[in-house]
């Protein structure tokens, strides 16, 4: 991890087309301005993680769906050979 210390107005570029800007520093939080094309997302982490989370669940319920389905035309395609 790469460590920097930066004060207020004082900004880290991320390749040609990020741009981190401290604008603010009250107490413990410190407030920041991201300058990114639109391409780029951009979310607090904690917010990153439960889309994650979302997504496997997501992903996971549609195997679970696509197999009972597989199940249910197995069952239909044998009765129609009957």
Do not use: C, W
Not at 30 to 35: D, E, P, Q
């Amino acid at each position: 991890m790469l460590v920097l210390t930066r004060r207020l107005n004082e900004a880290i570029q991320i390749g040609e087309e990020i741009e981190i800007t401290v604008l603010a520093i009250q107490g413990d939080q410190v407030k920041l301005g991201i300058n990114a094309p639109k391409h780029v997302e951009i979310h607090r982490k904690e917010v990153y993680l439960a889309i994650q989370k979302e997504n496997n669940e997501a992903s996971l319920a549609s195997k679970t769906f696509l197999q009972e389905l597989n199940k249910q035309l197995q069952h239909l395609k044998g009765r129609k050979q009957e």
